[in-house]
């Protein structure tokens, strides 16, 4: 009570004190995780949630746009062949699209591939679906081995031929033949190469330079961190399908943990992020590192709980690529901002991301579709950014900040400025400063924050807190006033 008391008296006070107005840096470098504990330039934040950097301003995060009522969807997958393009919706007892509709088991996890004009499901739980934009079947496959098609889980299609596989099974593959959607399906053992162990986990297609050219080439990721890069058109054919290399990287957290982002695809493993390119061309473990430092602890340590869903996505446009994670009905993604070269985090309620017709799309746990859109949303977001602990030199004190917000509709600002690394929760709140805009008072639906914030802060070693609720906003500057 004694430090409350006295923060009172410094606050009241402390608009007589005199001071000059310096500008403090945005975070505009984007999240630094280390910055919680460590010393780091402001350009970086210790949190930095529900914010984005176009490296000018911090915005807050795209917001989502609900279409229709909650319903049982627990998996979309686009169709966009010919000119009418539309979601497959898919259900723990079926799956639709438009009139078509197939009764069978799904797990929400299905694996999919484009061939021919069809797509395919594959997921374990049956024979793997077909849909040719008109009706769904079961496609008609067959092993001379014994295995059966109705248990594989993973589907890719490759150079226009369907490459199948069983999770945590033998380590093999089947193929058919060019083009086709049903029929025979032959076996190759990834086995006889020797040293390659644990079963498939996922199949990549990929564009590398193999040392005589560009060449689309079929990766085979094990579950034990193996990558298998094959080329060729055949397996089938020695004179068609050759052996490329092979790499020992980091075993992925799951079979969703992919993106693919330009010609490369980054996979999510327990060790971070891992480019498959580079590790094929460099031969080894070939980390992300200079892009996913920043956020390298926090993952690891999200991994080791051994909890959720893991998975990766790129937006369409490229501009963010992003790790999600989903426990239970709650998600939490670190998003990467390409054109800022920038970190976040944010809250999306999404339990799967979707590409369709060139935009960004999230089904929610509701079983909603959601469109990613970046205003006009509705949606109120709460973000918040935390500093590191920061050194001022010749200061004794702040008197006052002055952060420069826009926003559109009503807006909350919290504002926290520490001095004291030992202050508790309830010295922390006990400092917070709340401002609240609305539209009705301010004369139209944009508002804008430039006010002077009282502080008490003393001293020459700070850490800012804010917080903003708003449907869209922007954070354009910040001053502070120092003594």
């Keep these: 009570m004694k430090r409350q008391r006295s923060r009172s008296q410094r606050r009241a006070a402390a ?55 909650p319903s049982g969807v627990i998996q979309r997958v686009p169709y966009e062949f010919g000119r009418n393009p539309r979601w497959i919706e898919i259900t723990a007892s079926g799956a639709s699209c438009g009139a078509a509709e197939i009764t069978r088991l799904f797990g929400g996890n299905a694996m999919v591939a484009e061939i021919s004009s069809n797509i395919i499901l594959a997921d374990g739980f049956g024979a793997p ?88 080439m079929l990766c085979i990721v094990t579950t034990t961190g193996h990558l298998v890069l094959y080329e060729g058109l055949d397996p089938g054919d020695a004179s068609d399908w050759r052996l490329s290399g092979r790499v020992r990287a980091a075993a992925p957290i799951g079979p ?30 070939a980390l992300v590192s200079d892009i996913t430092a920043p956020i390298s602890d926090e993952i690891t340590a999200a991994v080791d709980e051994g909890t959720g869903v893991w998975r990766m996505f790129t937006s369409p446009d490229g501009a963010m690529v992003l790790i999600s994670r989903a426990v239970g009905l709650e998600a939490r993604q670190w998003v990467f901002y390409t054109k800022s070269k920038s970190w976040a985090t944010a809250d999306l309620p999404a339990r799967d991301w979707h590409a369709f017709n060139g935009k960004p799309f999230i089904t929610g746990f509701d079983g909603r579709l959601g469109t990613i859109a970046s205003r006009d949303s509705g949606e109120m977001i709460t973000a918040r950014w ?37 202050d508790s929760a309830a010295d922390i709140a006990e400092a917070e400063q709340t401002v609240t805009l609305d539209p009705e008072e301010d004369d139209g639906g944009i508002v804008t924050l430039s006010d002077e914030i009282v502080t008490d802060a003393e001293g020459s070693r700070f850490q800012i807190i804010i917080e903003v609720t708003s449907a869209w906003s922007e954070l354009i500057s910040l001053k502070a006033a120092v003594v």
Excluded at 257 to 281: H, L, P
Aim: proline share 4%.
């Design 15 to 69: 608009g007589s004190r005199s001071s000059r107005e310096i500008t403090l840096p945005l975070p505009l470098r984007g999240l630094f995780v280390e910055a919680k504990s460590a010393q780091v330039s402001n350009l970086f934040a210790a949190e930095l949630h529900n914010w984005r950097s176009n490296g000018v301003s911090l915005a807050l995060r795209p917001g989502v746009v609900w279409q229709g009522e």
């Design 129 to 216: 679906v077909r849909f040719n934009g008109t009706e769904f079947q079961e496609s008609a496959f067959s092993t001379v081995t014994g295995a059966n098609p109705a248990r594989f889980d993973g589907v890719i299609s490759h150079h226009d031929r369907l490459y199948f596989w069983r999770s945590g099974d033998a380590l093999e593959f089947y193929y058919g033949d060019v083009g086709a959607v049903q029929g025979g399906l032959a076996r190759f053992p990834l086995d006889r190469l020797g040293n390659i162990t644990g079963s498939i986990a996922a199949m990549v297609s990929l564009t590398v330079d193999a040392g005589h050219g560009m060449n689309d």
């Design 256 to 285: 969703l943990a992919f993106t693919e982002v330009g010609s490369d695809a980054w996979m999510m493993t327990a060790q971070g992020v891992v480019s498959i390119g580079e590790s094929i061309r460099g031969s080894v473990l």
């Design 386 to 422: 935390v500093s590191s602990w920061f050194e001022a030199p010749g200061v004794s004190g702040v008197a006052y900040l002055v952060p420069t917000i826009r926003a559109q509709g009503p807006l909350t600002v919290k504002v926290t400025l520490l001095s004291d690394t030992r």
